[in-house]
């Protein structure tokens, strides 16, 4: 399936592949420097970016300190200190790379003069970072047979981060390895250290200098923009007490200031209590409105493309594709002649119905990627990276020009749906070659059925086994009948593209029927969701 991807490779994918042939594109990538620190002089931590040092890493070669004796397959005879500065080394380049992607985003959406043409150097930097974050992974997990450390993953405020502990101190820990860390890949860890004549004791050695600190940075960064906000707001209601406390609109009545609900509460309002929401067909309010209901479709949206994708962790500088499911659906006119409902689901019980053009997408992963193993998305997803690596001939997404090309070619033909597609928006402004730049020139639609559940699906109000709403993909999908009740959610992305477009039809048919959604009080025509443009 990877391979009709490949057909009609646009000009520009070309050009990059010649460029590979020649000399590494991550390399070619580090030419846009200068764009770049022109207009991002400093990182998502407000600390100002050495773009010197960004052009000296070898972003296709890899930017790590290196496993000591990573020729051995145990290495048995590594030294502690080597291993512990290794590790302390790429933490501390992860932490600076880390910042500058995080910043490349924002920047280069609202770089409205169009000083940076292209996007692949923050590609470039995450492609290198993936590596990175797998050599920390290894020397984490080799640090435990030496009997170094025992680690585990452990929840610190807005993510989790990797706890490092004196081995003798931390026997206890149990390792949910709830993402990218598999830490040992052997059912019995002892036996296979005794194996490989690793260190039989715990050794004693420095910790402090080499802890995870991406919790601490996530945590600290969403406090500033916090902070950021609540002086944007104060600044705004400020100037609108100086400057509009007497000032009438055209229309005679009192501008009043706006409420803090995001509502505009107030407006209008001699109380003050805010304007009244408009009532669905049951006469309960809808929800409020949030950023997310920019992805809501229209009423007019027909042909579009259901994507998902599986991945090895959650965070595309550090993880890698595996599995992208698509396929088509039309939700109004009639599915195309020629396509049949033959189609066989990995789920049997799925019927095809009114989908067309399935298909399913398998990549592999580094070998250290495999080598360490991921039991987490082993039991989510049925997929076990161990048997992914490059010596199986599967290509990885990242190293796949003319797949990355072929998937964007799709993408922009009709509007794209996911479920939470924030999600594949930031792999894909990652991974995808080109898809940055055609989304920031408006070629690319999306739309979101996680919203579509939030605000139109009354099944999702908030409850005290759900404080936010139930607006899974599972439950969702069951709600619009498009999942038996006694099945749950696959987590393959064929299977869960499927479930998530049948919902969507479904559930766009039972809200025109009742005058609701896109039909309904705010409701907005043409096919809706998210599609950026040049700010003129």
Known sequence: MADELTDGMAPSAVGEQQSVDEQAWQTVAKQDIGQWATSMPKDADGNAIDWQWVASLDLAGGV????????????????????????????????????????????????????IASYRLPRALAYANRRLNDEINTLISLGERMRLWKASREKQGRTTAVVLRPYADASHLHNSNQGSLPLLATDDGAQADDAAGLAAQPVAIELDDIQDRTAVILNERAERRKNQRFQKHASNTSMSRANLSQVTSPGGSRVQESGGNGLNGGLGSSTGSGISRPLDANGKPYPQPDWRDAYLPGRDVDTVMGIDIETTGTDPARDYIIDV??????????????????????????????????????????????????????????????????????????????????????????????????????????????????????????????????????????????????????????????????????????????????????????????????????GKGGVGGKCCGRRR
């Not at 501390?92 to 609202?110: G, K, P, Y």
């Open 64 to 115: 790590g300190a290196g496993v000591p004796n990573a020729g051995a397959p145990a290495a048995p005879d590594c030294d502690a200190q080597s291993v512990h500065d290794a590790l302390k080394a790429d933490y501390a380049t992860r932490d600076r790379l880390e910042a500058i992607i995080a910043q490349c985003n924002s920047t280069f959406m609202t770089d409205f003069d169009r000083l």
């Open 325 to 522: 499911g698509f396929e088509f659906m039309n939700m109004i006119s009639p599915k195309p002649a020629g396509h049949n409902n033959a189609y066989g689901y990995e789920q049997r019980y799925y019927e095809a119905g009114d989908a067309y053009g399935q298909a399913r997408l398998s990549f592999g992963v580094t070998e250290r990627c495999a080598q360490l193993g991921n039991p987490f998305i082993l039991q989510l997803t049925g997929i076990d990276v161990r048997a992914r690596g490059p010596q199986t001939g599967m290509r990885m997404f990242d190293e796949w020009p003319q797949a990355q090309t072929g998937l964007l070619s799709r993408l922009s033909q009709q509007p794209y749906v996911a479920h939470n597609a924030t999600f594949e928006h930031g792999w894909f402004m990652l991974n995808v070659a080109g898809y940055a730049e055609s989304y920031r020139a408006g070629h690319i639609t999306i739309i979101d059925t996680m919203p579509m559940s939030r605000q139109w699906d009354p099944g999702s109000a908030p409850s005290e086994g759900h404080p936010y709403g139930d607006n899974t993909l599972d439950s969702y999908a069951k709600r619009q009948g498009a999942l038996d009740l006694s099945r749950k959610e696959r987590h393959l992305g064929l299977e869960d593209a499927h479930i998530m477009l049948v919902a969507m039809k479904h559930h766009l048919a039972s809200l025109k029927a009742e005058g609701r959604g896109p039909w309904g009080a705010g």
